[in-house]
C-alpha cells in the first residue's frame, strides 16, 4: 500500500468507535498489549475523554474521515514528584503501518508535550528473546530510531497466548531538567500552538 494522505488533529470521545477497532487488532492478536479483552466503545471513549482532561491524545485522520492510528500520554506515576514525566503509546492501524504513521504521530505528541513542560517521555514496551505470530520486536527499534534509550527491562512478567513475555522500559529527554521547574500545563490550554496539530475549524 502506498503512503497515505492524512493530517494529525485532537481526539475527541467520538473517534471511540474507530480507534477501538483499531486497538482490538492489538488485543486480540498480538502481545504488544497486555490487556486480555478489548474495551467497549463506550469504555473507550472514557479513556479519552479522562486523558483529554490532562493529557494529549491525538489522532491520524484520512482526508475521507477515517482514522488511521492514535497517539496518547498518561501519567507515569500518580505522585507529584513525576509531574514532568509521561507514559507514552502508540497504535496504527494494521492495515497502514510502516507507512511513517507511527512517527508523525509521535512527533505531534512530542510538541505537544514539550508544549505543556514535559520533560520525559516513557515507554513501556512487550518484548520477547523469542520472536512468535504475536510479537516480534519492531517496536524496540521504532523507539531506537526515534531518540529513546533502553533503562530498564522486567523478565517474564507478561502473560499471554500462553507464552511469557518480558516488557521493557525506554526514555527519551525532551525538556530541561532546571532547579526552578515551571508547573505542567494541561493540554488543552497549548494545544493550539502545536504545530504539527491540525488547527480546530
Given at each position: 500500500?502506498?503512503?497515505?494522505?492524512?493530517?494529525?488533529?485532537?481526539?475527541?470521545?467520538?473517534?471511540?468507535?474507530?480507534?477501538?477497532v483499531?486497538?482490538?487488532?492489538?488485543v486480540?492478536?498480538?502481545?504488544?498489549?497486555?490487556?486480555?479483552?478489548?474495551?467497549?466503545?463506550?469504555?473507550?471513549?472514557?479513556?479519552?475523554?479522562?486523558?483529554?482532561s490532562?493529557?494529549?491524545?491525538?489522532?491520524?485522520?484520512?482526508?475521507?474521515?477515517?482514522?488511521?492510528?492514535?497517539?496518547?500520554?498518561g501519567?507515569?506515576?500518580?505522585?507529584?514528584?513525576?509531574?514532568?514525566?509521561?507514559?507514552?503509546?502508540?497504535?496504527?492501524?494494521?492495515?497502514?503501518?510502516?507507512?511513517?504513521?507511527?512517527?508523525?504521530?509521535?512527533?505531534?505528541?512530542?510538541?505537544?508535550?514539550?508544549?505543556?513542560?514535559?520533560?520525559?517521555?516513557?515507554?513501556?514496551?512487550?518484548?520477547?528473546?523469542?520472536?512468535?505470530?504475536?510479537?516480534?520486536?519492531?517496536?524496540?527499534?521504532?523507539?531506537?530510531?526515534?531518540?529513546?534509550?533502553?533503562?530498564?527491562?522486567?523478565?517474564q512478567?507478561?502473560?499471554?497466548?500462553?507464552?511469557?513475555?518480558?516488557m521493557?522500559?525506554?526514555?527519551?529527554?525532551?525538556?530541561?531538567?532546571?532547579?526552578?521547574?515551571?508547573?505542567?500545563?494541561?493540554?488543552?490550554?497549548?494545544?493550539?500552538?502545536?504545530?504539527?496539530?491540525?488547527?480546530?475549524?
Amino acid at each position: 500500500m502506498s503512503s497515505p494522505d492524512f493530517f494529525i488533529r485532537v481526539a475527541t470521545p467520538r473517534d471511540a468507535g474507530q480507534l477501538d477497532v483499531i486497538y482490538a487488532h492489538y488485543v486480540r492478536d498480538t502481545a504488544i498489549t497486555f490487556e486480555y479483552d478489548v474495551p467497549s466503545i463506550s469504555e473507550f471513549a472514557t479513556r479519552i475523554h479522562n486523558t483529554l482532561s490532562f493529557y494529549p491524545w491525538v489522532v491520524a485522520e484520512a482526508p475521507n474521515g477515517t482514522l488511521l492510528g492514535y497517539a496518547y500520554a498518561g501519567p507515569f506515576h500518580a505522585r507529584p514528584a513525576y509531574d514532568w514525566a509521561v507514559e507514552t503509546s502508540i497504535y496504527v492501524d494494521n492495515d497502514v503501518r510502516r507507512l511513517g504513521l507511527g512517527t508523525a504521530l509521535h512527533n505531534a505528541l512530542l510538541q505537544s508535550l514539550q508544549a505543556m513542560g514535559i520533560t520525559n517521555m516513557e515507554a513501556c514496551i512487550a518484548v520477547t528473546k523469542h520472536p512468535d505470530e504475536h510479537l516480534g520486536n519492531a517496536s524496540v527499534d521504532f523507539h531506537h530510531k526515534l531518540g529513546y534509550r533502553m533503562v530498564g527491562r522486567f523478565e517474564q512478567c507478561g502473560y499471554k497466548f500462553r507464552t511469557w513475555y518480558d516488557m521493557v522500559w525506554m526514555e527519551r529527554i525532551i525538556g530541561q531538567h532546571v532547579t526552578d521547574q515551571s508547573a505542567v500545563r494541561p493540554f488543552l490550554e497549548v494545544a493550539n500552538t502545536v504545530g504539527a496539530l491540525k488547527p480546530e475549524a
